[in-house]
Nanobody
Framework: QVQLGESGGGLVQAGGSLRLSCAASRSIFSFNAMGWYRQAPGKQRELVAR???????NYADSVKGRFTISKDNGKNTVYLQMSSLKPEDTAVYYC???????????????WGQGTQVTVSL
């Protein structure tokens, strides 16, 4: 089992910055990947950014050049640095972990509870 706890959301003006953090309950060193997703009202959850075990990253086109995902294996934490925020970035942001669950010998997706990001004009 993996518990994920997000923090860092809030209200920010357009053009501003926020950094989201996601702390995992166990070592992330062996995780296949971790990522950030978001869901705006009335819309489906979408991938924002993802980082693999080896450190490879990929981003949604809408955030390329503005958002940066990173991780600190020593702190079991993944970050999402968001800059040049736009009102359309407003959403609940969820942390995701793609990891092996040894108790059932299965690869599983784990989710945090989400953190609200609101960008005002």
């Amino acid at each position: 089992q993996v518990q994920l706890g997000e923090s860092g959301g809030g209200l920010v003006q357009a053009g501003g910055s926020l950094r989201l953090s996601c702390a995992a309950s166990r070592s992330i060193f062996s995780f296949n990947a971790m990522g950030w997703y978001r869901q705006a009202p009335g819309k489906q959850r979408e991938l924002v950014a993802r980082i693999t075990n080896s450190g490879s990253t990929n981003y949604a086109d809408s955030v390329k050049g503005r958002f940066t995902i990173s991780k600190d294996n020593g702190k079991n934490t993944v970050y999402l640095q968001m800059s040049s925020l736009k009102p359309e970035d407003t959403a609940v942001y969820y942390c995701n972990a793609d990891a092996w669950d040894p108790s059932v010998s299965l690869r599983r997706n784990y989710w945090g509870q989400g953190t609200q990001v609101t960008v005002s004009l």
